[in-house]
């Protein structure tokens, strides 16, 4: 059976899917996946070098905001 962002199994009930994906290097772009939506990736020209954050609403899931922080430039 197909589960929420590709994951393995299903979460329980009351409990959100999500899948976080780091990058490798240049080759592979990080992807961060909630609740069967991606937030965050190459595709949606959303990511970028450093930390990727999606902040969601732990009670509704809903997406409040995506931002990236480079930690190399400072």
């Known amino acids: 059976p197909q589960h929420k962002c590709g994951n393995q199994k299903s979460c329980p009930q009351n409990y959100f899917a999500f899948k976080i ?3 490798a ?3 592979v772009g990080p ?3 909630f609740e069967d939506l991606v937030l965050m990736s190459t595709v949606k020209n959303n ?7 999606a902040l969601v609403n732990g ?3 809903q997406l ?4 990236v922080f480079d ?3 400072g």
């Open 21 to 23: 994906i780091s990058g």
């Open 25 to 27: 290097a240049n080759v």
């Open 31 to 33: 992807s961060i996946c």
């Open 47 to 53: 990511i970028g070098r450093g930390l990727n954050i």
């Open 59 to 61: 009670t509704t899931g």
């Open 64 to 67: 409040l905001k995506t931002d």
């Open 71 to 73: 930690m190399y430039s």
